[in-house]
């Protein structure tokens, strides 16, 4: 591929490009002005006008890695315990699951179930305090998904595909939506242990989209984003200097080829990765919070103070303008309970419950949380079947997620399971649908946001999404 | 394609008349007046409009004549011809030649993908100025003669095939053989080998030659797709194999984007679901041998002989650690196999000759996965939980086997290749799994062509060889003009269709028609040879344009994108060039013909470098090399800020800019004109401008300056008038007062004059031992190296000694690991060194008890080996509790060398420093239990060194006994001069001359 070069007319191929096919497409593209240079900055730069009203700016995904137990959280199922120790009855389809346990006795789920909230939300009691946000929470109880291995599953809830290439959705929406903030990245990763996401950095990759659109990696600490600061020993002083002389380089080499676009953007994007050194730090630096926020977000206490900080981190981002951002809570797939899951999920539940709920309270009572759609979920959930006695196996076939605020309505369930929570029976929503519910939600339509990727016109939903009107509410 | 003739006389019945167009909507009527084209049954209307018929890339290549021109003055080539006749038709003008630096740049970089050293810029500049056409032939053929040419064009080719060497789900598993691949796409592109053959070799190698290895290994073509090592639902797996198989053979041969048409007819382009499946019946039988090695019948034989004589000896030895290990295996294999779909497990049970094809690719899935399951079996583990009386018996075992394969011939290598399950081809079912239609192989609906003629093979179905065969035909449209465009896209940075791998509807027309169908009937007319083609490209006035010429009003309305080529467009350097030009810049580059790939931090090329999927090389991802997901036929150019951090701030380019520095500079303290003109012209490729020099030298003045100024800067810690020491409320304030720390802390810091302390002697014996210690850890190493808080060792992994510390930002086990060195005897008496990492995450800037627990203890366990137990606690937060980590090693003795300084902040050799404060540290003789270590009590057990640090200055705070060591060299970048001609190095090669062929 040439450089980009001056052009700010669009060629046919970058009208569909950006445009993709059909004829709503000739809106979007008009409004969006991609095809402009816009290379120097995080994200494709200028924000882009929406298709529809939107409900929300921004998302915060809550990432459960590994698969949490829908069954043991937010799908109650009576039968289950009733035939706790007995085959899968002949009634149901028999799955292929990730470790063969589809002839696994039942295993009951041992949990405490109460309702709450105006709305009456069945919410076990692995997750006390979220009693109070019951009233916020659509709990979308079947959704569907492909992967039954973690990579599978990881890769698929974010781009789409089982298996590696494609986009995250992140970049889908940073490619759609553009940036707010030019001197931060618009899609941002945030992991609470120093396990590697599975599949690595290609979670948040741009796939055949421009690494414009990738996630970021955040990190705590002074150095948040990799390479922010000049190995030891460089000061400001030489650093600045240094990069003013790459600059004027640059500019030499500039005289009499100010048509070619690409040579300014990498001059822009010296001068802002100079300026980021100040950003970012600033972006993550929570010593001016107060005591009692870091409170509700549950930072007070050793179990819950990791993913609390990360979750204040996000209100943050959100604050700055950050569009997408995700939060993996079990980076390494630690939410993966193939035995003992009592133990596994009662720690793990512990150290997200407060900080959740005290996300979504700080997002309403700062007016953050209409414009902002909170996603919970793993990439599956978990089977009725036992495994190894005290654990259960990988269930994409049905298993529960829930959005809050960003114009979902809360209180509501979605969607149903079979009597055992193994397959989704009624409504089913499949990950293609989640992300093309999720575009509109964004003021998106996911059939109009188009890029062409080797002659096919490639969307967000790999072509086979539907919005679903129960989530939308309409 | 077996009779093309008949063939194409059909097709030209089809499309070729108008009326004929319309009778052939007419359903019927066609076929009573033509017969039926292959591919579609009589009962059903054509499924093609006369658009379908009339798309330019099924149409014949034609055999165009060379348009006259008379700008004669202009026109090097016939491809001249084609080209001024339409920059003409659009008013416009084309651009003037290219200089001499500008060409001699390009084309380097163009056919090796590296710049050209000083003296081939000279050399060529010279010959040049005295006979240009002579002095530009005889570079072309020395760059096309070199091996260098095969590296360059061979990525071009791996990124097509969407080469990779790792399986791309969550264990990411390397691929020991792919490699070979690599180096078979740098021989065929060096040799020139047709690419009819090519295409063969890649498409049905197996099929072609099974006993010739360069020939079977282009069927790993069809093996680069990623693999899922535990995937249990087997049949879905495969499905998505083929799948990508499909996708992969039809974008990189035929240009078509076929994954659309897996699903339904292709929404676009005319081509049909049945289309899909008839081409994936092509492969269908297909599947991936793992036992296989890659060598002739004769080098089989010969290791076959060599090893059975090897055998022979080791057999007693063998059969009884087989005996030991097959129950386990056995119960490993039968646990995989239990979690695959009962009637997977079927096909897996029957008897090998009772399975179909299908139940034997099926096996074949549960069996790769058994095979993978067992390969990481720990025996000694097993045995140790359930056969615990067998153990000391299998080791001894593993130890005398060990010996006996001192003498056992070396492994062939392994065959990654592609091959049938048998001859028995396996249906291709529309609709995957839940379709019945069985689809036969047959080629396109719509070009018509007759179909295949299969010859099963002694063990393969032949389908892929006739599929090959309809793709290496010459009179394929679609094949040969993929190619010839191919060749032209990687010249000009835009093919004549810009969209390589997609001559659909939806990518664009070709810009000259004409031209592409000439340019491919010399593709073929010179024996499908790539070789021709360049030289015909390399040499057009078209190729010889600047790319420094401004679009005019004219060209800015009529061709913006400037594809009737009106000057050279400007492209950046791709993710290997860049990487490659920095390493030849810094004279580091390494030169070698193939082998096994190697790490990031090597000096070979970058096509050379390790290619994880998911976990790319960092520079190289950064600058858009694809992941090897999918066929890549173009390359992305984006600027991001993170990529310019990684440019300025990440070690790596730093690295090369100090080497070219000292390639500049040497160990002189002056730079005069000469050698800064040097460093430009090998960083640009060309003498630099006035302009250039003098922003150089004032940068270098004034980057001096500021360096003597701010290296000559005291410390702001040095309040005691003391850099080592600083005030324990400084940084440990925190602290409980029940760790009674000193008044100080000392602080190191490398590069200053307290980097190191040695210790005054503490007598370790036995095998154990335990360090305690409350410290600041300030900052980690930009690259691997340790962070050491205290060691006992040379820094030779062939030397006793042991080393705490924590890991650097680039570690192998990530940064701020807290980890035991250990370099001992193992329990056979072998040395050996080994990192035991803890795990935990040391905190920076922040105060931290510490404590590794050391055992290397033969009576521990006979086997020989013992464990650390580690201990960490952040002091800042009073919630943090102690976290503990045990963690088990092989080393079983001879960890203390006597002769060996302890030392406080660093090894006995250079590097590997401490930076930041240590305010109490103790060491003791015992494994000291939970409860005796000073986090837990106040009481002291006997026999250790205990220090804290209080006094005036560095001298009288350190203990008696103990000196501060002079630091090991003076940092090269801490050198005002050499520092600021570094960052002018740094400079060159972030800069956009460099970065950019414009």
Same mark, same amino acid.
């Given at each position: 591929m040439p450089c980009h070069n001056y052009d700010p007319n669009f060629s046919r191929r970058d009208f569909l490009r950006s445009a993709g096919c059909g004829f709503g497409a000739l809106a979007f593209s008009a409004l969006t002005g991609e095809g402009l240079a816009h290379a120097a900055r995080f994200g494709t730069g200028t924000a882009k006008i929406p298709h529809y009203r939107a409900r929300a700016k921004n998302i915060i995904w809550l990432f459960m890695e590994g698969g949490p137990s829908h069954l043991d959280l937010f799908d109650p199922k009576p039968l289950l315990n009733k035939l706790a120790?007995?085959?899968?009855?002949?009634?149901f389809e028999t799955p292929v699951t990730a470790m063969g346990e589809a002839s696994s006795p039942l295993l009951e789920s041992r949990r405490q179930w109460a309702q709450h909230g105006e709305g009456g939300l069945w919410i076990s009691d692995w997750l006390p305090n979220h009693s109070k946000i019951a009233d916020e929470l659509c709990v979308i109880r079947s959704c569907v998904s492909d992967g039954i291995n973690h990579a599978g599953g990881v890769c698929q809830m974010n781009t789409g595909s089982v298996f590696g290439g494609r986009p995250s959705l992140g970049s889908w929406v940073d490619y759609g939506l553009g940036s707010m903030n030019d001197d931060l990245p618009g899609f941002v990763v945030i992991k609470d242990t120093e396990s590697m996401v599975v599949n690595g950095p290609r979670s948040w990759g741009s796939g055949f989209m421009p690494s414009t659109h990738q996630g970021v990696l955040l990190e705590s600490g002074p150095q948040p984003i990799a390479n922010l600061h000049a190995p030891t020993g460089y000061s400001v002083e030489r650093q600045s200097q240094k990069i003013n002389f790459i600059n004027q380089l640059n500019y030499e080499h500039q005289k009499g080829r100010d048509s070619n676009t690409d040579l300014d953007a990498r001059i822009r994007s010296y001068e802002m990765a100079y300026r980021m050194q100040a950003e970012a730090p600033e972006a993550v630096d929570i010593s001016n919070e107060t005591e009692e926020t870091k409170r509700l977000y549950g930072m007070d206490r050793k179990e819950t103070e990791v993913y609390g900080r990360n979750c204040m981190l996000a209100r943050r981002l959100v604050e700055r303008g950050v569009r997408f951002i995700q939060l993996y809570h079990g980076a390494g797939s630690k939410w993966d309970s193939h035995d003992e899951i009592e133990k596994n999920h009662s720690k793990l539940c512990e150290a997200v419950d407060q900080p959740i709920v005290g996300l979504i309270s700080d997002l309403k009572r700062r007016g953050l949380l209409e414009d902002t759609l909170v996603v919970w979920g793993g990439e599956f959930g978990r089977t009725p079947m036992s495994e190894k006695g005290d654990g259960r196996d990988h269930n994409p076939t049905g298993f529960t997620m829930w959005m809050a605020g960003g114009g979902v309505q809360g209180g509501t369930t979605v969607g149903t399971t079979d009597e055992l929570g193994l397959y989704a029976v009624e409504d089913p929503i499949h990950v293609h649908d989640l992300h093309a519910t999720i575009f509109a939600l964004l003021g998106l339509d996911h059939k109009k946001v188009v890029y062409m990727h080797k002659g096919r016109p490639e969307r967000v939903d790999a072509n086979e999404g539907k919005v679903s009107q129960s989530i939308m509410g309409t | 394609m077996s009779t093309p003739v008949t063939t194409k006389a059909s097709r030209d019945l089809i499309r070729g008349k108008k009326a004929a167009n319309w009778l052939v909507r007419v359903g019927l009527l066609s076929v009573v007046l033509f017969g039926v084209p292959a591919g579609f049954a009589n009962t059903e209307a054509d499924p093609f409009t006369k658009e379908d018929y009339n798309w330019w890339a099924i149409q014949p290549v034609k055999d165009v004549g060379v348009p006259a021109v008379d700008n004669a003055s202009w026109v090097k080539t016939p491809i001249d011809h084609f080209v001024i006749q339409k920059l003409r038709e659009a008013e416009l003008q084309p651009a003037s030649p290219a200089d001499s630096y500008e060409l001699v740049r390009r084309v380097y970089f163009d056919l090796h993908g590296l710049p050209p050293s000083l003296d081939q810029v000279d050399a060529f500049v010279e010959a040049a100025s005295v006979n240009f056409e002579s002095a530009y032939t005889s570079l072309l053929e020395e760059l096309l003669a070199s091996p260098r040419y095969g590296e360059r064009w061979a990525q071009h080719w791996l990124d097509v095939a969407r080469y990779a060497e790792t399986d791309g789900y969550r264990a990411d598993q390397y691929r020991a053989g792919a490699y070979l691949y690599r180096d078979y796409v740098i021989q065929s592109f060096n040799e020139d080998k047709p690419y009819d053959q090519f295409i063969r070799e890649q498409l049905a190698g197996d099929e072609m030659d099974a006993d010739d290895p360069d020939v079977v290994i282009g069927t790993a073509f069809l093996r680069h797709g990623v693999y899922e090592y535990n995937q249990r639902d087997a049949r879905f797996q495969w499905e998505l194999i083929l799948n990508e198989m499909t996708n992969v053979t039809g974008e990189t041969f035929l240009g078509l984007g076929f994954g659309c048409a897996q699903c339904h007819d292709h929404k676009f382009d005319p081509i049909l679901q049945k289309d899909y499946y008839a081409l994936q019946s092509f492969l269908t039988t297909s599947y991936w041998p793992d036992g296989k090695k890659l060598t002739t019948p004769k080098q089989e034989e010969d290791y076959t002989a060599t090893l059975a004589t090897w055998t022979e000896t080791a057999k007693p030895v063998l059969d009884e650690i087989e005996a030991i290990k097959r129950p386990h295996a056995d119960a490993m294999g039968g646990f995989v196999i239990k979690q695959f779909p009962p009637d997977i497990q079927e096909m897996y049970k029957k008897p090998f000759e009772e399975r179909t094809s299908f139940e034997k690719q099926m096996a074949e899935m549960i069996e790769k996965q058994v095979i993978e399951r067992i390969g990481r079996l720990d025996y000694s583990a097993q045995l140790k939980s359930k056969e615990p009386e067998k153990l000391a018996r299998y080791e001894e075992l593993l130890r005398l086997l060990a010996e006996l394969e001192k003498e056992k011939p070396e492994d062939l290598p392994k065959a990654f290749i592609t091959t049938d399950i048998s001859k028995e081809a396996v249906a291709s079912l529309l609709? %995957? @799994?839940? $379709?019945?239609e069985e689809v036969s192989p047959a080629f396109l609906t719509i070009l018509g062509d007759p179909k295949p003629v299969i010859k099963p093979t002694a063990t393969t179905t032949g389908r892929r060889t006739a599929l090959a065969d309809w793709i290496a035909n010459p009179k394929n449209p679609l094949s040969t003009r993929v190619m010839a465009n191919r060749l032209w896209h990687y010249h000009f $940075?835009? %093919?004549?269709?810009?969209t390589p791998n997609d001559f659909g509807t939806l990518g664009e027309d070709p810009s000259h028609p004409e031209l592409l169908d000439w340019l491919t009937n010399q593709f073929i007319d010179n024996g499908w040879k790539m070789k021709p083609i360049h030289r015909l490209i390399m040499t057009s006035a078209t190729y010889l344009q600047t790319a420094q010429k401004e679009p005019d009003l004219r060209s800015q309305t009529v061709d913006p994108e400037n594809r009737l080529l009106w000057r050279f467009s400007p492209t950046r350097l791709s993710a290997e060039q860049a990487r490659d030009a920095m390493l030849v810049a810094s004279g580091e580059m390494t030169q070698r013909m193939g082998g096994l790939s190697q790490d990031a931090d090597t000096s070979v090329r970058s096509i050379y470098i390790k290619k994880l999927r998911n976990k790319p090389e960092k520079f190289l991802h950064s600058f858009d090399a694809p992941l090897g997901f999918d066929s890549a036929p173009d390359r992305l150019q984006t600027t991001t800020s993170l990529q310019s951090l990684m440019l300025v701030n990440s070690e790596w380019p730093l690295q090369r800019a100090a080497m070219f520095a000292k390639r500049i500079v040497g160990d002189s303290q002056a730079i005069v004109d000469d050698q800064i003109e040097t460093a430009f012209k090998i960083a640009y490729n060309r003498p630099p401008t006035s302009a250039e020099v003098k922003l150089a030298k004032d940068f270098i003045d004034n980057q001096q300056a500021q360096l003597e100024d701010q290296f000559s800067v005291v410390s702001p810690i040095s309040e005691f008038n003391d850099s080592a020491l600083f005030s324990i409320d400084e940084g440990f304030s925190a602290v409980d007062q029940s760790f009674s720390l000193g008044d100080m802390a000392l602080r190191l810091e490398p590069g200053s004059p307290h980097e190191r302390l040695k210790l005054p002697e503490v007598e370790l014996t036995g095998s154990s031992f335990s360090v305690e210690a409350v410290v600041i850890l300030n900052g980690l190493h930009a690259d691997a190296s340790v962070n050491t808080l205290i060691s006992q060792w040379s820094g030779d992994p062939s030397e006793s000694g042991w080393s705490i510390g924590i890991t650097s930002a680039q570690s192998k086990y990530d940064s701020r690991n807290f980890i035991v060195q250990l370099i001992g005897e193992d329990g056979v008496g072998n040395m050996d060194y080994q990192v035991v990492a803890s795990g935990l995450r040391v905190p920076l800037d922040t105060p931290v008890y510490l404590a590794a627990v050391v055992t290397a203890n033969k009576q521990l366990n006979e086997s020989g080996g013992g464990e650390v137990v580690f201990y960490m606690k952040n002091l800042s937060d009073s919630y943090s509790v102690l976290e503990t980590v045990s963690v088990s090693h092989p080393i079983a003795a001879r960890i203390f060398s006597p002769n060996t300084k302890m030392i406080l $902040? %660093? @090894?006995?050799?250079?590097g590997h420093l401490w930076n930041g404060q240590i305010a109490r540290i103790s060491i003791s003789d015992d494994p000291l239990p939970r409860s005796s270590l000073f986090v837990e009590t106040a009481i002291s057990p006997e026999d250790r060194a205990n220090w804290r640090f209080s006094g005036a200055n560095a001298q009288t705070a350190i203990p008696d006994g103990a000196s501060w060591l002079l630091p090991t060299r003076l940092e090269k970048a801490q050198d005002p001069f050499f520092g600021a001609v570094t960052d002018f190095c740094h400079a060159l090669i972030t800069s956009n001359a460099f970065l950019y062929l414009h």
């Open positions: 120790g007995q085959k899968l009855p002949d009634s | 609709g %995957g @799994r839940l $379709g019945s $940075g835009t %093919g004549l269709v810009p $902040g %660093g @090894r006995d050799s250079v």
